[in-house]
């Protein structure tokens, strides 16, 4: 009984996942770097025009971001890409992270399908206004303290 409904269940993932590239799926099923940074040093909140909301919070240190996380309401492309995003980003300088594309987003992921191509530049441009407010604060650090939280 129980290894029908793996099947089962193996097939509605297959079917599910259908179009995607190895490495969406297991930056899907396993996200990389999820959660909010308490005392990071550069957040934003983005939402995209499918209503899909992504948050980035960094860590910075003499210039390199130590530390990416994220967090997303969104489908597991979305998922994806802020988990790619966020590992695209770390160890890189500020200004080579300000630099990472949603087309180098899709790239790492090996592509996605038509339909979920915007979830990459969701990702890329929560990335990008995240190190904005990096830049915007950190000369003024307790401007951190009004920053909106998602
Ligand atoms: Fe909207 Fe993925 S479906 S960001």
Sequence with gaps: MSSELDEIASELQKQMWA???????????????????????????????????????????????????????????????????????????????????????LDALGGLPEESVHCALLAANTLKAAIRDYLDTRNEPWKRAYRRVV
């Design 19 to 105: 179009g995607y590239s190895e490495t969406v799926i297991d930056h899907a099923q396993n996200p990389r770097n999820v959660g909010a940074i308490y005392d990071a040093d550069g957040f934003a909140s983005v939402t995209g025009p499918c209503g899909d909301t992504m948050g980035i919070w960094l860590k910075v240190r003499d210039g390199i971001v130590r530390q990416a996380t994220f967090g997303t309401d969104g489908c597991g492309a979305t998922v994806s890409a802020g988990s790619m995003v966020t590992e695209l980003a770390k160890g890189k300088t500020v200004s080579e992270a300000y630099r990472i594309t949603q087309q180098d987003v």
